[in-house]
Nanobody
Framework: QVHLVESGGGLVQAGGSLELSCATS????????MGWYRHAPGKQREAVAT???????NYAYSVEGRFTISRDNARNTVYLQMNHLKPEDTALYYC????????????????WGQGTQVTVSS
């Protein structure tokens, strides 16, 4: 069984910073894309940031310039550094990984973590 485990969420004042981490456990041959998504009450889940294996990144317009996604391929871990946090960043943040379980796997699999809560007070 492969799992993603997020950590680093919490309560912070507006303007503050948090860093989220997402580690994998279990047998994985290769992770293609990793990303962070968030789901706030009353809103649809949105993609916050994604990063390819070779480091190409994409960000939601609302976090561009404030958040930075990075990954450690050797450790199959992805990070999200969040600076200048705003109350509207409050949400449950989920880690996602698109991965191949073995060298011979015909298609990638889609894996989600359990989520970590980020709350930004005004």
């Amino acid at each position: 069984q492969v799992h993603l485990v997020e950590s680093g969420g919490g309560l912070v004042q507006a303007g503050g910073s948090l860093e989220l981490s997402c580690a994998t456990s279990g047998s994985i041959f290769r992770i293609s894309v990793m990303g962070w998504y968030r789901h706030a009450p009353g809103k649809q889940r949105e993609a916050v940031a994604t990063i390819s294996r070779d480091g190409n990144t994409n960000y939601a317009y609302s976090v561009e310039g404030r958040f930075t996604i990075s990954r450690d391929n050797a450790r199959n871990t992805v990070y999200l550094q969040m600076n200048h946090l705003k109350p509207e960043d409050t949400a449950l943040y989920y880690c996602n990984a698109i991965y191949y379980s073995t060298y011979e796997a015909p298609r990638p699999e889609d894996l989600w973590g359990q989520g970590t809560q980020v709350t930004v007070s005004s």
